[in-house]
DNA sequence: ACGATATATATCAAAACGATATATAAGAGC
DNA sequence: GCTCTTATATATCGTTTTGATATATATCGT
């Protein structure tokens, strides 16, 4: 017998959870959102308008948040979003969820963002989790490093070299950034 | 009268110049690609079957690559891919040319990378780019930081600044980066 | 001989990117 | 007052990428 097939969940969506944890301070039109996620958030997620739109009109119709006042008369239209409490919900259970995808994108800087929603205890054991991946990380690149090292004279493997260091350098950071936001948790 | 209109380049396929740099050292399959990208490089690219297998029979339409074998008759088949004398060009032209896209994926990093085709001067050019980019980067985090810590009592304002540290600490070690990697490149 | 894993190509829906179109409001400069 | 530029704001579109799955063969341990 077949194992029961699940297909493709329906919260690929990781723009939605940028969007919720953003409408959970403040209601916000599209084109807010985009100028928030332009700023601090940047450095660590991007978005465009091209994902924004069509995330707020889905999830709209899935009832995670709701428009506040759609001005149409006199000027631009301008939609003022607000989040329900499914989506406050939603967004909850992404932050107590200890899965992120550390990639490139780095799902545990928006959990940190939006921490201030659930307990401080949620974004210490996010670091924590985070700490964990990255020590995994950085063992492979110094294992990395030490084989280079051996070849260094030969061609181009100084520039594969360079790239590991870079690794190392930004892993190094990351650790120590996980110290003191760890630190600062703490204390308060 | 308007302005010409040059509508969108047919060259946003970033993948293919991780394709061209790897194969400028070897013939591979798609899925040797996705092995070395899934290696080394994916601290700083990623990349899958669904974008390079596409990418390579276009590439070959092009003609920046040929087939240097297909082995269909026993076994599995297996295409072993070549790169070509235009597409050695379209990588060269790549890593001469000073714009690079440093959000998340890190373009410099990929052409530090692939670095040894051309002079170390345009490596050490490159990089130096990249330094600007990130100099202005953390001052604008400075900035955020320094309006945060006015503020840090208030709800949710150490989350924003533990991730703006975040950013801080990772910026001054691609700074670090950027020292070791010009002195290394100098020396030789 | 069997089962698990590695090799290998290919495709698909969903998501994101990046650019462009459209429209209004606000200011700046002349 | 008029024009030009910039900021606000929504929306869409083609292209690219992701992440998952389907398919098939080879290899290796037990």
Redesign the pocket.
């Known amino acids: 017998m077949d194992v029961e097939?699940?297909?493709?969940m329906?919260?690929?969506?990781?723009?939605d959870l940028v969007i919720l944890g953003l409408l959970a301070h403040e209601n916000l039109?599209?084109?807010?959102i985009k100028?928030r996620i332009d700023g601090a958030i940047s450095f660590f997620w991007?978005?465009?308008?091209?994902?924004i739109?069509?995330?707020l009109?889905e999830m709209e119709k899935q009832g995670l948040v709701k428009r506040k006042n759609s001005n149409k008369t006199?000027?631009?239209?301008?939609?003022v979003y607000q989040i329900s409490k499914s989506g406050k919900d939603a967004l909850k259970q992404w932050l107590n969820d200890e899965q992120a995808?550390n990639d490139l994108k780095y799902e545990t800087l928006l959990k940190t963002y939006f921490g201030g929603l659930e307990d401080r205890s949620i974004t210490l054991r996010n670091i924590e989790v985070f700490e964990k991946q990255v020590k995994g990380n950085l063992e492979l690149l110094n294992f990395y490093k030490e084989n280079l090292e051996k070849v260094l004279e030969e061609a181009d493997h100084v520039h594969y070299y360079l790239t590991v260091l870079f690794g190392i350098e930004t892993y190094e950071a990351y650790l120590r950034w996980c110290n003191k936001a760890k630190k600062i948790m703490k204390e308060h």
Chains 1, 2 share one sequence.
């Open positions: 097939k699940v297909g493709r329906a919260k690929d969506r990781k723009i039109t599209g084109y807010d100028k991007k978005g465009s308008f091209g994902s739109y069509p995330a009109s006199g000027g631009r239209e301008k939609i995808t």
